[in-house]
């Protein structure tokens, strides 16, 4: 079965740091991208971050560009979010997913919208004095 475990979620003080992992098993794919969306009451699911799997090129929502790093690690299919200068805006349920590639490749705006081919179940993020 297709799995995306995420893990790492907590509370934080803003402007600290937490680093989510995402350990991805049960699918096979010729190219694809994994990443991070988030989720808050009341506002619409929104792209963190994505990688693409095989060459490693990173794509950055604007409001975490400069903040945040996705990286991996192929020898254990994971996926990793650190995340740096916490705000209380980033305050969310975080979830790992997969978008297959078919066809052309997508523009930043395309691979961060709000759409995966397998999501996992999230990890709860909150920032909060």
């Known amino acids: 079965q297709v799995q995306f475990v995420e893990s790492g979620g907590g509370l934080v003080q803003p402007g600290g740091s937490l680093r989510l992992s995402c350990a991805a098993s049960?699918?096979?794919?010729?190219?694809?991208?994994i990443g991070w969306w988030r989720q808050s009451p009341g506002k619409e699911r929104e792209g963190v971050s994505i990688?693409?799997?095989?060459?490693?090129?990173?794509y950055y929502g604007e409001s975490v560009k400069g903040r945040f790093a996705i990286s991996r690690d192929s020898a254990k299919n994971t996926v990793y979010l650190q995340m740096n200068s916490l705000d209380t805006e980033d305050t969310a349920k975080y979830y790992c997913g997969v978008r297959i590639r078919r066809g052309r490749f997508g523009t930043a705006v395309q691979l961060l919208s709000p759409r995966a081919d397998y999501w996992g179940e999230g990890t709860l993020v909150r920032v909060s004095l």
């Open positions: 049960g699918f096979t794919a010729d190219d694809y991208y």
């Open positions: 990688i693409r799997y095989s060459d490693g090129v990173t």
